[in-house]
């Protein structure tokens, strides 16, 4: 069983993200915490705890505006994770998915919800190609994740339970960020900059 053949149709939930997303996201996490052990070698806990804050709102704004994005099939409907936002929206709702700049989804509300993570058309030239052996061609990855998204969708879209369409903040995220900038104020008025 090839790799795609498992995720092939709704059955198996498939997650669709930037590998550049994680690569970011990594690089940043190793980075930040070779700054913070350095800061505590040299400096003491204290002075790294005022350094801290900085580097991890940093890191935050890596995760949200880099990792956290992406776009996530299941047999359920599809789950559309934005910065900050998220749009769960059942299949039976979904009228149409295509792909402009970002995947795009439409639905009978008529509304369209735009990934920011997931596959993107990239821009135009010589996109790294992969092989698809079911089609005997090599296309973009991109065309070929929005057909196994659009394969989820039609494969399960008599058959999935409808429901309303969904949308909310991304609350941990969201929650994240208040510490840290609490903490960024708190360094602040510790080392005196606020008074």
Do not use: C
Not at 150 to 176: F, H, M, N, Q, Y
């Amino acid at each position: 069983m090839t790799r795609d053949e498992r995720f092939r149709g709704a059955g198996h939930p498939r997650v669709f993200r930037a590998p550049s997303a994680v690569f970011a996201l990594a690089l940043g996490a190793v980075l930040a915490a070779v700054l913070l052990v350095d800061a505590a070698l040299r400096a003491g806990v204290g002075e790294m705890l005022l350094i801290a804050p900085w580097l991890l709102l940093a890191l935050w704004g890596v995760y949200a505006l880099l990792f956290a994005p992406h776009v996530r099939v299941d047999a359920d409907g599809i789950r559309i994770h934005n910065p900050l936002r998220i749009a769960d929206i059942p299949w039976p709702r979904v009228v149409d998915i295509d792909m402009r700049w970002q995947l795009e989804v439409r639905t009978d509300e008529p509304r369209v919800s735009r990934a920011y993570g997931g596959p993107v058309a990239g821009r135009p030239g010589r996109p790294p190609l992969r092989r698809d052996d079911d089609r005997g061609r090599r296309e973009p990855p991109a065309i070929r994740d929005l057909l196994l998204i659009r394969e989820a969708w039609e494969s399960a879209r008599d058959t999935a339970p409808a429901g309303a369409v969904k949308r909310a903040w991304d609350v941990p995220s969201l929650i994240s960020l208040a510490v840290l900038i609490v903490w960024v104020t708190i360094s602040l008025f510790i080392s005196g900059v606020l008074r």
